[in-house]
């Protein structure tokens, strides 16, 4: 998919089922109910790091922004 317009209204309609996209949300969904603490502090440590990436050369590191 190649049109950022589709791809926008695609992942706000929740259209994408059956990708991998939202398998991994589903799946921090569901470890949030039972673990919650211990997956926000992974979550934010792995999101911090990629942010972290993206803002050294954002030139280069345009995917890490894209993964959070």
């Known amino acids: 998919m190649e049109e950022p317009i589709e791809y926008l209204q695609r992942d706000i309609e929740g259209s994408d089922v059956g990708t991998r996209r939202r398998a991994a949300t589903d799946l921090v969904t569901s470890l949030r109910k039972f673990y919650s603490e211990p997956i ?3 979550l934010a440590g792995h999101i911090t790091e990629l942010l972290a990436n993206y803002a050294s050369n954002p ?10």
Do not use: C, G
């Not at 030139?59 to 890490?64: K, V």
């Open 59 to 68: 030139q280069a590191n345009w995917r890490s922004k894209d993964q959070v």
């Open 40 to 42: 926000t502090k992974i």
